[in-house]
């Protein structure tokens, strides 16, 4: 089974080096590593270059139409039977990740996997600051605030090739666009594997101002209309209720995962 990865970045020098090693390091055999910069002003396409011949990834550099757009550029290029997400600020916490999505997917008839995600302190990553604890998904899930974390979320390339991509017209809420549309409407099946597979630095840009969490959610409740649903007035306390319980002022649940990356 042949795994895509792809990351998209812009001026993100002081993180990806940290992306690129993990995915380098998975232990799974046929990883297929697509990187899209946009053009990026800080030095980190030079510092791609540089890293380009030892990690293998393969690199497209030009300007794009914001992140979603890079995805889509992405999608138009990889190559694998299961595709998945990993961004600049992010890291996978085992070297296992991309063996354990494979063996989720062993069986033919799931359509796509996920697992759960850890939130870390931008400057110190031995912070934990959250815990998104994804659970099995539940039909309807999606209008009581619950999503799976994108960049734990692996699918085979048919799904793209079914439902499409990016929805580019949403700007904060394009992966939760599609994570709907493929839940909810579409109804693959999916599997949900209890394990920490991917830590992510807190600072992205849906969650950088009020203004942008605000903007999310109306590309949320625009996206239900879209597709022909209605989400009741409540279902921007439910997001944002079902994310204050992944924050860290309350004891971790006893479950059988990987503690700090580690089994």
């Not at 990834?57 to 595709?83: C, Q, W």
């Not at 997400?85 to 296992?96: G, H, K, Q, S, V």
């Not at 604890?133 to 979320?153: E, L, N, S």
Request: hydrophobic share 40%; with cysteine.
């Amino acid at each position: 089974m042949k795994i895509t990865v792809i990351t998209v970045c812009r001026n993100a020098v002081d993180t990806i080096r940290d992306c690129i090693e993990s995915v380098s390091a998975q232990t799974h055999p046929e990883v297929e590593h697509w990187i899209i910069d946009g053009d990026s002003t800080d030095g980190t396409r030079q510092l791609l270059v540089a890293m380009q011949a030892e990690h293998g990834f393969h690199l497209l550099s030009e300007p794009d139409r914001g992140l979603y757009d890079a995805m889509n550029k992405g999608l138009a290029r990889a190559t694998g039977d299961v595709i998945g997400f990993l961004n600049a600020d992010d890291w996978y916490a085992t070297e296992t990740v991309l063996a354990e999505v494979a063996a989720a997917l062993t069986d033919p008839a799931p359509q796509a996997c996920y697992g759960d995600l850890r939130y870390v302190d931008r400057w110190d990553s031995d912070r934990v600051v959250r815990d998104w604890i994804a659970g099995a998904y539940q039909p309807g899930a999606f209008f009581r605030g619950w999503m799976p974390p994108h960049p734990t979320f692996f699918a085979r390339g048919t799904v793209y090739t079914r439902w499409g991509g990016f929805d580019t017209r949403y700007r904060f809420g394009a992966d939760w666009e599609l994570l709907f549309r493929l839940f909810e409407v579409a109804k693959i099946e999916t599997v949900y594997v209890p394990r920490h597979w991917v830590t992510m630095r807190l600072g992205g840009e849906t969650n950088r101002s009020l203004r942008n969490i605000l903007a999310n959610h109306r590309e949320c409740l625009a996206a239900f209309r879209h597709h022909g649903y209605r989400a009741g007035w409540l279902f921007p306390i439910r997001k944002v209720a079902h994310r204050l319980r992944q924050f860290r002022w309350r004891q971790p649940e006893n479950r059988d995962t990987n503690e700090a990356g580690v089994a």
